[in-house]
């Protein structure tokens, strides 16, 4: 008799990481890795928009204050479209930017503040990819 231990279940979650710092975006996307989601990222809201139409991802963590078109602009254009499936997205926010309420009103499911707690983030993360029996 084998005392095998079965192996952990292959994550494929696939979650789109939106922000314009790079040492910020290869953090999350290297803890995610870490835990087995796959991890897609873009540096700007016009790029995100793009991959997403292309092939919608299962989360999308978003930070709020970007060049160009902002995370709230993002939110609000995702939400809008209706060719795409419902998508759960966490904005990034810092304690000096704008209210997260701001984004619940666009359509947002919930926020992470700045500096990030990779364990809240993490913890969240899993709540929401957790799959439904």
Known sequence: MSNSIAPFPVRTDRILVVDDIPDNSFLLQ???EEEGYQVEVADDGRTALRK?????PDLILLDVMMPG????EVTQRIRQNAELPFIPILLITG???PSPADGF????DGFIRKPI???ELLN???????PVN
Do not use: K
Not at 52 to 56: L, M, V
Not at 69 to 72: D, E, L, P, S, T
Not at 105 to 108: M, N, Q, T, V
């Open 124 to 130: 969240r993360v899993r709540s929401i990819l957790q």
């Open 95 to 97: 304690y000096t930017e």
């Open 30 to 32: 290297t803890l995610l």
């Open 69 to 72: 078109m902002n995370g709230f």
């Open 105 to 108: 009103d666009l359509g947002a």
């Open 117 to 119: 707690d990779f364990d």
């Open 52 to 56: 997403i139409a292309d092939n919608p």
